[in-house]
C-alpha cells in the first residue's frame, strides 16, 4: 500500500516562513504530479501550488512569489516553501500525489492524500 506522511506545520507570526513535507512510501513505481492543497475552516479545498514529473510549476494566485513547491523524486517527497505568511494563510495542507503503485487489485494510477498538516499564522 501506498501511505503520503506530511510533516512541518505549526504556528507562526505573520511574516514568517515554514517549510512543509510530503514523502510517499510503498510499493512505488512512479510519481506524476505533485501538489499541495489547503482547507480554511468553512472553505472549500483548494489547490495551493502543483509539480509535474517534469518540473513544470503552478500556483494559486494568492502565493505567488511567496510559496515555492519543489520535489526530491529519489526521496518521492515534495516540499512547500512558505514565506511571507500571511493570517489568511491559516488552513490544514494537505498533499496530493498520482502515484502508479501496488493496490490489493494490482498495479495502477491513483490519487493518494496525505493526513494534513495545521498552519496557523498569527497576526
Known amino acids: 500500500q501506498v501511505q503520503l506522511v506530511e510533516s512541518g506545520g505549526g504556528l507562526v507570526q505573520a511574516g514568517e516562513s515554514l517549510r512543509l513535507s510530503c514523502a510517499a512510501s510503498g510499493r512505488i513505481y512512479g510519481i506524476d504530479t505533485m501538489g499541495w492543497y489547503r482547507q480554511a475552516p468553512g472553505k472549500q479545498r483548494e489547490l495551493v501550488a502543483a509539480?509535474?514529473?517534469?518540473?513544470?510549476?503552478n500556483y494559486a494566485d494568492s502565493v505567488k512569489g511567496r510559496f515555492t513547491i519543489s520535489r526530491d523524486n529519489a526521496k518521492n517527497t515534495v516540499y512547500l516553501q512558505m514565506n511571507s505568511l500571511k493570517p489568511e494563510d491559516t488552513a490544514v495542507y494537505y498533499c496530493?500525489?498520482?502515484?502508479?503503485?501496488?493496490?490489493?487489485?494490482?498495479?495502477?494510477?491513483?490519487?493518494?492524500w496525505g493526513q494534513g498538516t495545521q498552519v496557523t499564522v498569527s497576526s
Open positions: 509539480i509535474k514529473s517534469g518540473g513544470s510549476t
Open positions: 496530493n500525489t498520482k502515484i502508479y503503485g501496488g493496490t490489493p487489485g494490482g498495479l495502477r494510477w491513483d490519487y493518494y
